[in-house]
Nanobody, 131 residues
Framework: QVQLVESGGDSVQAGGSLSLSCVAS????????????MAWFRQTPGKEREGVGA????????FYADSVKGRFTIALDSAKNTLYLRMINLKPDDTAMYYC????????????????????WGQGTQVTVSS
């Protein structure tokens, strides 16, 4: 497993933008997760954790949920072991706790959005969008 720490959550108005960061650390991270998968999930009370998007740490292929395509962008800075989520045109429905996740396996198209796929999770950062 790897340690993940998210930051950047805030309260914004609808239509605004926000960037989240997730720093990965751990003795085995660089070697074990270099061809793995990192993702962002979000969750609101009473609902299941929803996959927002993911990136293959080796090749950079990205995946997005339909609800955020065109508004959210995932990026990975391998030199800094940091995953980013850039969000624009935010909507009240985007309000949630956002979590970073990682797994040493490749981001399979049919599995990246399954929260059970990942072996490491951060503690979350809250995003609140008001209308």
């Amino acid at each position: 497993q790897v340690q993940l720490v998210e930051s950047g959550g805030d309260s914004v108005q609808a239509g605004g933008s926000l960037s989240l960061s997730c720093v990965a650390s751990g003795q085995t991270y660089t070697q074990t997760y270099r061809n793995g998968c990192m993702a962002w999930f979000r969750q609101t009370p009473g609902k299941e954790r929803e996959g927002v998007g993911a990136i293959a740490t080796g090749g950079g292929t990205t995946f997005y949920a339909d609800s955020v395509k065109g508004r959210f962008t995932i990026a990975l800075d391998s030199a800094k072991n940091t995953l980013y989520l850039r969000m624009i045109n935010l909507k009240p429905d985007d309000t949630a706790m956002y979590y970073c996740a990682a797994d040493p396996r490749f981001c399979y198209p049919g599995l990246w959005a399954s929260h059970g796929f990942y072996d490491s999770w951060g503690q979350g950062t809250q995003v609140t969008v008001s209308s």
